[in-house]
């Protein structure tokens, strides 16, 4: 018997595997990834954590957009929603806690209190998270409904979905290789 060398295979129309190729660009798909797979990391820190615990719950379903699994740890967190007033004893520890949340993150300001100090205008209270640290998102109201973080979700969506994620998270990489 003697060994005969396989003949090349062509590669040729398959209507079997006609719609399972999917041709995108790699900032696309990473961006499809992260913005389908939110972690928010809850930041209660009044009356609007209430709001913030029923747009989790089955009635609203915030599962659809891919940000069921709240962490409580900020190393598993993606993104932070601060809901509600941020006074200066807290503010430490809110910054202490994104500053231990990987990249890339976000943060979704919730509420009057947390987007502006809302109606306390004291000594006390922080007016507004994004003196602290930097906000993606502000949701308007006192507290806001549930539906209304849910759109603020979409636009953070739609935030992340704009980004061009491979050249700002990877740039030593990409000046390296040119």
């Not at 209190?113 to 994004?130: E, K, P």
Request: overall charge neutral.
């Amino acid at each position: 018997m003697t060994a005969t060398a396989p003949e090349p295979v062509h590669a040729a129309y398959d209507s079997k595997i006609e719609g399972n190729i999917v041709i995108t660009k790699l900032d696309a798909a990473i961006n499809w990834m992260r913005k389908n797979s939110l972690w928010p990391m809850p930041m209660g820190l009044a009356c609007c954590a209430i709001e913030l615990m029923a747009t989790g719950a089955s009635r609203y379903d915030i599962s659809r957009f891919g940000a069921e699994v709240f962490r409580f740890s900020p190393r598993q967190s993606d993104v932070m929603i601060v809901s509600g007033t941020v006074t200066y004893k807290m503010a430490l520890a809110v910054k202490r806690i994104w500053d231990q949340m990987p990249e890339p993150k976000w943060c979704i300001a919730m509420g009057a209190c947390a987007s502006s100090g809302g109606m306390f205008r004291s000594y006390a209270t922080l007016q507004g998270i994004d003196r602290l640290i930097p906000v993606d998102v502000y949701i308007s109201g006192c507290p806001p409904r549930p539906e209304a973080l849910l759109e603020g979700l979409m636009r953070l969506q739609k935030k992340i979905d704009a980004e061009h994620s491979l050249m700002e998270q990877k740039r030593e990489l990409i000046e390296e290789l040119a």
